[in-house]
């Protein structure tokens, strides 16, 4: 079964950053393009960020372009998001997937910017 554990997340200020990791089993995380999403509740789940299965190709929304970054480490099957100059609108929960949709996730993260 494909699990995937997020960890990394807190309460920080306007400004802060933060570094989110997530350690994958039960697939072969070094041939999957994987994905970070994210909600805030009552929300739909949102599109953050991409990579390719060998680490390039990054892709980011909008919304989090320069100041969040993507990386992967294949030989410890672990997903990272690197979350720099936080703003409260990046107060969500945060997850891993296999797909965009976010259909396949972990538990999440909970990420709270605030002053």
């Known amino acids: 079964d494909v699990q995937l554990v997020e960890s990394g997340g807190g309460l920080v200020k306007p400004g802060e950053s933060l570094k989110l990791s997530c350690v994958a089993s039960?697939?072969?995380?070094?041939?999957?393009?994987m994905f970070w999403v994210r909600q805030v509740p009552g929300k739909a789940l949102d599109f953050v960020s991409s990579?390719?299965?060998?680490?390039?190709?990054?892709a980011y929304t909008a919304a989090v372009k320069d100041r969040f970054f993507i990386s992967r480490d294949n030989a410890k099957n672990t997903l990272y998001l690197e979350l720099n100059s936080l703003q409260p609108e990046d107060t969500a929960m945060y997850y891993c997937?296999?797909?965009?949709?976010?259909?396949?996730r972990g538990q999440g993260t909970q990420v709270t910017v605030s002053s």
């Open positions: 997937a296999t797909d965009i949709r976010g259909q396949e």
């Open positions: 039960g697939f072969n995380f070094s041939l999957r393009r």
């Open positions: 990579i390719n299965a060998v680490g390039g190709g990054a």
